[in-house]
């Protein structure tokens, strides 16, 4: 593997020296019932072999047959869980057991992560399974290069048109098989110009390198579909999903690309939102259009994902009964039931637009009788862009958490996308990445646990966030115990503090447009996007109780008739849900207003203070990760100054009402 500096390998660095007792196994390594020619296992050992050459400086051997005593042993064993392992250490063998390929990849990578945090393998004895079956990442990139909300640099599947394949995409494989991703999505969502032409002769051979490289890491490979591909590529003149022409067209290609393109899970299809094409178009239902390209996907074994991203974003700001908060639920609740069983519907989480606080959306769990999957972002759209720190595991955990009431037992949304609820086979999770060619990766090098993070959770739904970022910073810095205290702290608080310093309790938005970066209150109040907070003289906040939109109605109850009522809604939700006076008071005792300055107030401090901490790690990581970091949180704090000074003066002009601790507000 190519040593192109400490940052470009990230948490699978292992560039220094680990307790050595973890090293006695490695002598002998064998594997019973697995083929060593088969690329996965092949690339199990030289990840075996690449850790613990560098970790603890010894080289494994491959034995030809078991090892009497001291030794370590890959066996294939039916009975334990798709994609799942065993590892048991006793009588001087280690031995890790798995039903397939992917089980030996995520042990192995297991191993060499208990090595990496210096975790004794003495005596270890665990059984481990993917929560999720599909776990994914959907790349937003573009085939100019360009990322569509990427704050990593470029693209690098794509430059000018070209595909790039190269030792980047197999160290990003390498990195996403580590945390356990099984599906990757290669190209933007909104699938324009040379991008339509992925399921053309143009590009087979590039896409299948690709393809090739991710199976060896047992990834699948997937690509977003332009709807209207038919029209773009020579076919008939329609798109309409129950159109004879249309569909003979779809399956003579669907032939053509799984026969070119090997390990190709499905598509990835966001139609009928923010200007792509869909089956409305044509009066048909969203059911249509999926089921039809389901159909004939099947025979390969193929998938469609279908986004539930569908609103209308030529809204009238006037109109305050159109909601996109509802628009989800209106527009696929209705067909639940109707999706074929290869299809799964994609949630965006929230339903307004991956804010930094917004209600979980009520279409997972919602739905009952169709495949669901939670999508969430790990690319910092909303949440600072890998400028500000923003460690999104707490939420990504909060949602996964939240009791749908779906059932009596069993409903929380973890439980519904894994498949526990309603026992479906097709679910999981998927996130935008947050990747790009920045040597890093992702930019801010503390924006690496988002990615890591999103890996590990998805595979193990109830590691704790802070178990997560401490078992990051462990691999990715060092096993100091300062070190790891503090930056995990860091990461923990820092979702918090980037909500304090932007929007109040579930508002979201006031940000810039287009850019989605730095305060712009009334940015999107006029606009056609469905984004309003409402503010007046007088108050602020969406109401969507029974008297306004009528969204609370969209949970199970008691969801319901608890966001329906202002004294039980969860005060950080408060103006998500409702329309409230500035003199409204709080549970803390303070008035709406008061907690809006209070907390802009605070979130700069706060951010002052993440500095501060950070300086204290100076000579203790790495110099270049530190002056990175250092940089990156000088921009956050005038991000965060602005957003205070322009929220906080915006809210004292409309209401009036001055600070009671008379600070300086403009
Ligand atoms: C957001 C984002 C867009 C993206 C869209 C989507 O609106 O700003 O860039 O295309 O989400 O999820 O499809």
């Given at each position: 593997m190519k040593e192109t500096g400490r940052w470009t390998q990230l948490w699978l660095a292992y560039d220094s020296r680990r307790d050595m007792g973890n090293g006695v196994y490695f002598a002998q390594v064998f594997f019973d019932g697995f083929d060593i020619m088969d690329h996965r296992i092949q690339n199990a050992w030289a990840e075996l072999a690449e850790g613990l050459e560098r970790m603890l400086g010894i080289s494994p051997v491959n034995s030809k047959e078991a090892p009497a005593d001291g030794g370590f042993i890959v066996r294939r064993q039916e009975g334990i869980k798709a994609e799942g392992y065993g590892i048991i250490q006793e009588d001087g063998i280690l031995t890790l057991s798995a039903a397939d390929e992917n089980g030996v990849l995520y042990g192995v990578f297991h191993i060499l992560r208990q090595i990496a945090l210096e975790?004794?393998?003495?005596g270890v004895h665990i059984t481990c399974h993917p929560d999720n079956p599909l776990r994914m990442l959907n790349h937003w990139d573009n085939m100019d290069g360009s990322i569509e909300r990427g704050y990593s640099g470029r693209s690098f599947f794509f430059e000018n048109g070209e595909i790039l394949v190269d030792e980047r995409t197999r160290d990003y494989a390498r990195f996403a098989a580590s945390v356990g991703i099984n599906g990757v999505v290669l190209n933007n969502v909104n699938v324009k110009d040379q991008a339509t032409w992925l399921i053309t002769d143009r590009y087979f051979d590039k896409v299948s390198e690709i393809a090739r490289i991710f199976e060896g890491y047992g990834i699948r490979l997937f690509l977003s579909l332009n709807y209207a591909a038919p029209l773009e590529l020579g076919g008939?003149?329609?798109?309409?999903?129950?159109?004879k022409a249309v569909i003979s067209w779809w399956k003579e290609k669907f032939t053509e690309v799984f026969a070119r393109i090997p390990n190709l899970g499905g598509f990835l299809v966001k139609a009928d939102s923010e200007g792509r094409p869909g089956p409305f178009t044509y009066g048909r239902t969203q059911a249509d259009g999926a089921n039809m390209l389901a159909d004939l996907v099947k025979p390969y074994g193929g998938i469609i994902i279908w986004r539930c991203f569908v609103y209308n974003c030529t809204q009238d700001w006037r109109d305050r009964k159109t909601d996109r908060a509802r628009a989800g639920y209106d527009n696929f609740i209705k067909m639940d039931g109707d999706y074929h069983d290869n299809v799964i519907l994609q949630i965006k989480n929230g339903p307004m637009d991956f804010q930094i606080r917004e209600a979980v959306s009520p279409l997972l769990g919602g739905l009952m009788r169709t495949n669901q999957m939670l999508e969430v972002q790990a690319a910092q759209e909303y949440t600072g862009q890998q400028i500000d720190l923003c460690y999104l595991i707490p939420l990504f955990k909060e949602v996964l958490d939240?009791?749908?009431?779906?059932?009596?037992?069993?409903?929380t949304v973890a439980d519904v996308v894994s498949g526990r609820t309603f026992g479906n086979k097709l679910c999981g999770m998927a996130a935008v990445s947050n990747t790009g060619n920045d040597a890093n990766w992702t930019g801010n090098d503390l924006a690496a646990a988002n990615f890591y993070g999103f890996g590990r959770l998805a595979f193990s739904?109830?590691?704790?966030a802070e178990e997560i970022a401490s078992e990051w910073v462990g691999m990715t810095y060092s096993n100091d115990e300062t070190v790891k205290q503090t930056i995990v702290r860091l990461l923990m608080g820092s979702r918090e503090t980037y909500e304090k310093y932007t929007s109040p309790l579930g508002i979201g938005w006031m940000v810039t447009p287009n850019t989605h970066y730095g305060p712009s209150v009334d940015g999107y109040e006029y606009s056609r996007w469905g984004t309003y907070h409402r503010a007046d003289h007088l108050g602020l906040g969406v109401d969507r109780t029974d008297t306004g939109t009528g969204y609370v109605r969209q949970y199970h109850e008691p969801n319901a008739s608890r966001y329906n009522s202002v004294e039980k809604c969860p005060e950080e939700l408060l103006l998500f849900f409702h329309h409230l006076p500035y003199t409204y008071r709080l549970k803390s005792g303070k008035t709406l207003i008061q907690h809006i300055y209070d907390s802009h107030f605070e979130g700069v401090r706060e951010v002052e203070e993440m500095i501060r901490v950070w300086e204290s790690l100076k000579g203790k990581i790495p110099e270049d990760s530190y002056a990175l970091v250092r940089e990156r949180f000088e921009r956050q704090l005038y991000n965060a100054r602005e957003w205070r000074d322009q929220v906080n003066s915006y809210f004292y002009r409309k209401s009036g009402i001055a600070d009671e601790k008379n600070r300086e507000i403009f």
């Open positions: 975790e004794p393998l003495e008939p003149d329609s798109a309409d999903p129950l159109d939240f009791k749908t009431y779906c059932k009596p037992e069993l409903d739904t109830s590691l704790t």
